[in-house]
């Protein structure tokens, strides 16, 4: 996902103020190493919503999700939708009840074991169901899970919203990322459990087409005035990465090796359509040479128009950029390097590799998609415009990072991180390279950890464990103080006397420990300042000591 982000100046001048004087304060109490974790949150209590979604708790660790058939029905008149949802898990305990969701505005019509009838109760957006018998470890089971109502439209990009296009056409999509997929139907809504593969079938008046995930299956007249649309995705996918593109789409394709490209887009903009959109493969083949052929090969690649900026619905992604370079036509970055690509197209594609292959478990981790797939873009600027491009591109997302709170947040409350885990994680991302120092050991380590967790749901311990196995160095405390510590690490330079300088790091992590490239561009120094005070000789003034702060974010103070 992307949001539009507006920074105001006062409100970063309040937050920086504060951020310096806890950083004092916790500076002062470091006596024994901290434990890793995230210091006391400034953030709003959590809503009982927050914790119903947010919790994995007995009902919903007792299962494991196998396959979902969505199979609905679409009235754009009503604006109303009705259907099941037959769901096939694996219990992982001996139990009798599961927890579903379902938004509270929509109804239950009734939930199936076979043809027995079960009972339910409802909690907010939550579905409690309890079944007459225990339900057996190891065993699986399937449920029908009717439904119907009128979807609430809602959110940044609509949950689920019944608009016209500019013709006077029904357009009709999905996208639901933070609000969750039971604004629209009935599934387990959380991140850490992703069905193993799904179908979805959607009834539509006749004249319109629906666009969905996965492979495209055949339709079918339904001889009602309606036509059935089936798609088939036969990979793992998030709840929220299932879409509905409803509208008067047209068609064109195109192909990459064996894998098929298939384009949706109004009328209208066919022409600038097949224009822009050959943007996707250079951006296949960059994304492919770093990490390994795209992840959904069997599902197709598409983009589909969208009434709103876009999104990463996995082998379906929305394009709401208006087919011109940039970010909605505006020069995103401020540096000139966003216009020469499409960044819908770049962002919301690269989400394929990180956030729909490689997930997170838990929302409070979504730096792994946001992070990553940022990075991502920078590395898309290498590809094409080389290595000095990329490190600009990073560094042009400074302006946006407020460094207010971690980027990882409490788990188990269902909220959104801050917008740091965008800009601020591909900022970590290219230090961490500078770390490495090396970069075919760089492009090897972050190849195989895509490759090692494809197609797996994971937490930031599990990138930490990874990548310190790989380069054999705790780079745990690193990792600790970019994620969940909300200030930078400072490096603080002292030229006390003449011919030596005194070096360390300034960080809440005590054991924070970062080689750092200093002195003069054309020949840096590596020095490994630890948050002990270290001498070494110099001959540069503190005015002719530079610090390489394109490579490493930090901030620097010279004393
Ligand atoms: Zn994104």
Redesign the pocket.
């Known amino acids: 996902?992307?949001?539009q982000i507006v920074l105001r100046t006062t409100f970063r001048a309040l937050a920086l103020a504060i951020v310096l004087s806890v950083s004092t304060i916790s500076s002062q109490a470091q006596q024994a190493p901290p434990p890793p974790t995230a210091p006391a949150s400034t953030l709003g209590p959590p809503t009982r919503a927050d914790l119903l979604r947010g919790q994995y708790g007995r009902y919903r660790a007792n299962n494991d999700l196998l396959f979902y058939h969505l199979d609905i029905r679409v009235d754009p008149e009503k604006k109303s939708i009705a259907g099941k949802n037959t769901i096939r898990f694996r219990m992982l305990a001996d139990d009798t009840r599961i927890q579903l969701d379902l938004a509270a505005n929509l109804h239950v019509d009734r939930i199936l074991l076979g043809s027995t009838p079960l009972k339910y109760e409802r909690d907010l957006g939550t579905v409690y169901v309890d079944f007459p018998s225990t339900l057996r470890n190891g065993r699986e089971y399937t449920i029908d899970f009717h439904y119907s109502g009128q979807p609430e439209e809602q959110g940044r990009f609509g949950g689920m919203a019944f608009r016209k296009d500019a013709a006077g056409n029904h357009w009709i999509t999905t996208a639901c990322e933070d609000e969750g997929a039971s604004v629209w139907w009935p599934n387990k809504d959380q991140w850490r459990d992703e069905v193993e593969r799904m179908q979805i079938s959607v009834a539509i008046p006749s004249t319109l087409v629906d666009v969905s995930n996965g492979r495209f299956m055949g339709k079918t007249d339904l001889g009602d005035g309606y036509t059935r649309w089936d798609w088939l995705v036969q990979y793992p996918i998030n709840n929220y990465n299932v879409a509905l593109n409803i509208g008067r789409y047209e068609h064109f394709s195109d192909k990459l090796g064996d894998l098929p490209l298939d384009f949706y887009v109004l009328p209208a903009n066919m022409e600038k359509a097949k224009k822009q959109f050959a943007q996707a493969k250079p951006m296949l083949e960059a994304f492919r040479s770093y990490f390994g052929e795209y992840p959904f090969e069997k599902d197709g690649f598409k983009l589909i128009e969208v009434p709103y900026a876009g999104?990463?619905h996995q082998s379906a992604v929305a394009y709401g950029n208006g087919f011109v370079n940039g970010y909605l036509d505006r020069d995103w970055t401020g540096i000139g390097i966003s216009l020469k690509f499409d960044f819908i197209i770049v962002?919301?594609s690269?989400?394929e590799w990180f956030?729909n292959a490689v997930s997170a478990a838990d929302v409070s981790d979504m730096w792994i998609?946001?992070g990553w797939?940022?990075y991502l873009e920078s590395l898309y600027v290498e590809k094409l415009f080389g290595h000095d491009e990329a490190i600009r591109y990073v560094n042009s997302y400074k302006p946006k990072v407020q460094n207010r709170e971690p980027i990882i947040t409490q788990r188990g409350i269902h909220r959104q991180p801050q917008q740091d885990m965008?800009f601020k994680g591909t900022l970590f991302l290219n230090t961490l390279r500078s770390v490495v120092d090396d970069d075919s050991v760089w492009w090897a380590l972050v190849r195989d950890f895509y490759q090692q967790f494809k197609y797996q749901n994971i937490m930031t311990e599990d990138v930490v464990r990874f990548f310190n196995a790989r380069l054999k160095r705790d780079l745990t405390p690193i990792f600790d103080q970019y994620l969940r510590r909300a200030a930078l690490p400072t490096l603080q330079l002292a030229f006390n006397e003449a011919g030596s300088m005194a070096y360390k790091w300034k960080a809440e992590e005590r054991a924070f420990a970062m080689p750092v490239r200093i002195g003069r561009p054309d020949n840096w120094t590596t020095i490994e300042p630890t948050t002990d005070w270290k001498v070494m000789p110099m001959q540069l003034s503190k005015e002719q000591v530079e610090v390489a702060t394109d490579l490493y974010y930090i901030t620097v103070e010279k004393q």
């Open positions: 996902m992307h949001d999104m990463e962002h919301e690269g989400h956030g998609h946001e797939t940022t965008y």
